[in-house]
């Protein structure tokens, strides 16, 4: 394969991995980015280099923030795919076989179709990678068994790799020497600096996954294959041009079967929804819905918001509703689930539920990181009631990042200053709207919370349009309890 051929190839794998972003997971890594908050700042760069593969996920995260602009972080991905092929193209001694190179990479992009997969793996497997190409080029034990040690700290278990393919490539009593210190790596870290964490994140990484103590197995095939191929490529006999073309129609038929038997319909569609509703896209939210609604309370809440907002809400039967809890869902301690609903809340004027509701979820956030848009929002919810010491201490933060540190320093005008938020038109409705006095919030009566929005401020057309939804969803639901009863007893 000649080098214009090999860019060539390369070039493509860049353009395939941008338009499976864009194409077929256009909101996964917008919904990535809003589930951290990259400050740049010295306190959090020692907090994450602070853990095995710190390193690693300091890079992700950095990478990640860019997917707030649309089709940058699709962009970056893209040319963070193309390294990753590149590194492993050069740490094969044979360039006959550089058609292999693909095959990790697109292993990778399979993979990542699971949004609990983070950045911050594909970032250690890079590293690795190019330890294995800089010792295909300079040998040596010494210097491979420091960067095994420090490797291990800096971007994780995924230095394994380079452990693997030296033992492999040079096949000695010498190079087991590396294994062990792998293996004290490991144990010494266990049992002095991350005691808290299991052995098995300890052994397998602790933010290549956002579930803790889960381990796919996607995630071992590929660093297997990331390791072996280049290790054993001086192997290989020289091929024959018909085999490297179907060596190549092979790994992209894989990729795309792969690709298809690991997108989860449901879980693309909520992903959608939430960012399609966070951007206030509300025409965006119901044509997916026209053409697929998932099966579930989640996606009906971001479809009932979107009917009202855009002044459609007397089509509400056309579509599927599971009953008052697809109006607004009760608190629920995940990172997605209140995510509509919330929004919801702060268009009603409910401000301290939204609040709530954006709190719980950034603290459930997985890997216990903070969330620059619910940040926001908890920023925003202050000042409305009032509490600027807090609603400050937010923006501070906000201030030490890339995309949120220009609004974060307009809000400032807003602290201590009634006057500037009576000058904001939506700051100045939803203190109009908002509850007068304070009064036991309780779920199940949330008919009764809205009537009192409204009768407060007959201008909250949607504390009525909701609370009419609410009333006749509740009337639906007890209709059918009566009738399953009924059957239960034979009536």
């Known amino acids: 394969m000649n080098k214009t051929f090999r860019h060539i190839s390369s070039a493509v794998l860049g353009i395939v991995v941008f338009l499976f972003w864009w194409l077929f997971y256009p909101y996964a890594l917008s919904f990535q980015e809003q589930n951290q908050l990259f400050l740049f700042t010295w306190d959090y760069f020692s907090e994450r280099i602070s853990l095995s593969g710190g390193l690693a996920d300091y890079i992700a995260e950095f990478i990640t923030q ?34 292999l190179s693909f095959v990790a990479p697109v292993m990778m992009l399979v993979y990542m179709s699971d949004i609990y997969v983070m950045l911050s793996y594909l970032v250690a497997l890079i590293a690795a990678v190019l330890l294995c190409a800089l010792y295909r080029r300079h040998p040596g034990l010494i210097w491979a068994g420091i960067a095994t040690v420090l490797g291990y700290w800096l ?75 280049p290790a054993f490529s001086d192997l290989l006999p020289k091929p024959r041009r018909i085999l490297d073309i179907s060596l190549g129609l092979l790994i992209l038929a894989g990729g795309t079967v792969g690709c298809w038997m690991n997108y989860e319909k449901d879980v693309v569609e909520l992903v959608a929804y939430d960012q399609l509703v966070r951007h206030e896209d509300w025409d965006g939210v119901l044509k997916r819905a026209e053409k697929y609604q998932p099966d579930s309370e989640l996606g009906a809440v971001s479809i ?49 539920e ?134 239960a007893h034979g009536n």
């Open 304 to 352: 009932n918001l979107a009917l009202f907002m855009s002044g459609r809400g007397n089509e509400l039967p056309k579509f599927k509703q599971f009953g008052t809890r697809g109006l607004i869902l009760p608190n629920i301690r995940d990172f997605i689930s209140n995510a509509s609903s919330s929004e919801v809340f702060w268009r009603l004027g409910m401000i301290n």
């Open 155 to 229: 971007i994780g278990p995924a230095i394994f790799i380079f452990t693997l393919y030296v033992a492999i490539r040079e096949r000695n009593v010498k190079s087991l020497i590396l294994v062990a210190l792998s293996v004290t790596a490991v144990v010494a870290s266990r049992l002095t600096y991350l005691q808290q964490y299991p052995w098995k994140t300890v052994i397998f990484g602790i933010n290549y996954y956002r579930l803790p103590i889960t381990v796919p197995a996607m995630q071992l095939i590929i660093a297997g294959v990331t390791a072996l191929i």
């Open 66 to 99: 860019f997917s707030y602009i649309p089709y940058l972080g699709e962009a970056l991905l893209a040319v963070v795919f193309v390294i990753f092929q590149k590194a492993i193209a050069l740490s094969i001694d044979r360039d006959e076989w550089y058609v």
């Open 354 to 487: 939204s609040l709530r509701y954006a709190f719980d979820t950034q603290e459930s956030l997985i890997n216990n990181r903070k969330s620059g848009r619910w940040m926001s929002r908890m920023a925003e919810c202050q000042i409305l009631n009032g509490r600027y010491d807090v609603a400050e201490k937010y923006l501070d933060i906000l201030s030490h990042s890339l995309f949120y540190c220009k609004w974060a320093e307009n809000q400032r005008q807003y602290l201590r200053n009634d006057e500037a938020i009576g000058a904001n038109p939506i700051y100045a409705y939803l203190r109009s709207v908002r509850y007068q006095s304070d009064f036991l919030y309780f779920y199940p009566e949330m008919d009764k919370m809205l009537a009192i929005l409204y009768h407060q401020n007959n201008n909250n057309v949607m504390a009525a349009w909701y609370y009419k939804a609410w009333t006749a969803l509740k009337k639906n639901e007890t209709k059918d309890n009566e009738t399953y009863t009924g059957n």
